[in-house]
């Protein structure tokens, strides 16, 4: 793949409605697109990340910087065949995840579009289609997330994420049981609680969840498997693992019976696809998380979900579950049994609208080779 120029676009796009979790509510985006150049194809890709530190310890402009000043420079002057390499090369720089990742996910998709398969296919994805979930923030009150619920349901999502905190946990998830009777649910805590909290996770332990996403610290893999001798419910790791190696070791310890992989988490698609094949070995059901993307990254991870160890419904809801207008055209789209159709076209598979990056860029820098 000869790299003529690669651009860096920071975007800012406002949520439909605020998204609250255990650690920040988000009202918008603000997150970076990068656009890898061959004189006949553009690569795509999303990084993740936020505007504060608070899921994990990058920031757009820790991730610009990264971008700028280390990963861009590695990469824009080699002969890249294939983006294995890209992953390879990155390797001596630590942690950075997301900005490695949303850099690395450009030349998967340009490598898909050159060698005219889609990203699907070029990281062997078996499915037609995938299935999928919505997360629903803390919000302000049970009618409130009654409303969400029942209108999520009638879209056909097949289960519902519900965010936990201290004091917005037990009796919420009870009432909604209540409600709804046995609808496929699950609980994200983000991290907020420790061990001490015993008393709740007993509670929860009655409902039937389908599991129970990153209780306890965002590091940790010990606490989490002393938790999980303790309680039925599945324990789901999310924020503790960004490697094949953490995934490896909480396997081991006992810690999580299912992992949240996210693309911008684990370093990239190349990372993603190792945990997702340890997994499989190890009879560990995986499922894509999200983190609020535009269609471009939302695309990299229908893509990644057509793995076949994918075997539970992820976060990667539709397009006007988040956004008024998406970038992307067409927009990501849910049947109304709660699947999103694998693209069959060429690499990422949805086309990004100029005119509609441009509108929501607040800032552009182009790398060319010299
Ligand atoms: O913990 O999975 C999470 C969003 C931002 C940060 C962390 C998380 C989330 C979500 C939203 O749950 C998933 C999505 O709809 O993209
Ligand atoms: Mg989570």
């Known amino acids: 793949m000869k790299v003529e120029k690669i651009v860096l676009r920071r975007m800012k796009m406002k949520l439909k409605s605020p998204f609250q979790t255990s650690f920040s509510t988000q009202y918008d985006r603000d997150f970076i697109i990068i656009e890898v150049h061959t004189a006949y194809h553009v690569g ?14 990058e920031t757009v402009i820790t991730a610009w910087h990264m971008l700028e000043d280390f990963l861009i420079p590695l990469v824009l002057n080699k002969e890249i065949t294939h983006p294995g390499q890209v992953d390879e090369i990155f390797s001596p720089i630590r942690r950075n995840n997301m900005a490695k990742a949303g850099l690395e996910g450009a030349f998967w998709d340009l490598y898909a579009k050159q060698s005219g398969q889609s990203l699907a296919q070029a990281l062997g994805g078996t ?12 919000q302000e009150d049970m009618e409130s997330l009654f409303q969400l619920v029942e209108q999520y ?11 936990i905190k201290p004091g917005h946990d037990v009796e919420v998830l009870f009432a909604l049981r209540k ?15 420790s061990l001490e909290d015993m008393d709740v996770f007993t509670k929860l332990d009655e409902l039937g969840l389908m599991m129970i996403e990153q209780p306890l610290g965002y590091d940790d893999i010990i606490d989490h498997a002393k938790l999980q001798a303790k309680i039925k419910t599945p324990i789901c790791l999310d924020e ?3 490697s094949c190696e953490d995934a490896r070791k909480a396997i081991e310890m006992g810690s999580t019976r299912v992992i949240n992989i996210k693309i911008g988490r684990v370093g990239g698609l190349s990372e993603a696809k190792r945990i997702h094949d340890l997994c499989q070995q190890h009879n560990v059901p995986v499922w894509c998380g999200g983190m609020l993307e535009s269609g471009i990254g939302r695309a990299h991870n229908i893509a990644l979900t057509s793995l076949p160890n994918f075997l539970l419904p992820g976060d990667t809801s539709g397009s006007s579950r988040y956004w008024e207008e998406d970038v992307v055209d067409p927009e990501v789209t849910v049947s109304a049994n709660g699947t999103i159709e694998v693209p069959k076209g060429p690499g ?12 929501y860029t607040t800032a552009e820098k182009v790398f060319t080779v010299k």
């Not at 499915?127 to 803390?138: F, L, P, R, T």
């Not at 990422?348 to 509108?359: D, F, H, N, Q, S």
């Open 240 to 242: 503790s693992i960004h």
């Open 348 to 359: 990422i598979g949805y086309t990004p609208v100029a005119e509609r990056l441009k509108k």
């Open 153 to 163: 349901l009638g879209q056909g999502y097949r289960r519902m994420k519900i965010k």
């Open 44 to 57: 795509f890709g999303e990084c993740v990340v936020s505007w504060a530190p608070y899921y994990n310890e």
């Open 179 to 193: 409600r709804f009777g046995n609808v496929p649910m699950m609980a994200d805590a983000n991290s907020a609680y």
């Open 127 to 138: 499915k037609d289609k995938i299935e999928v979930g919505v997360s629903i923030g803390i």
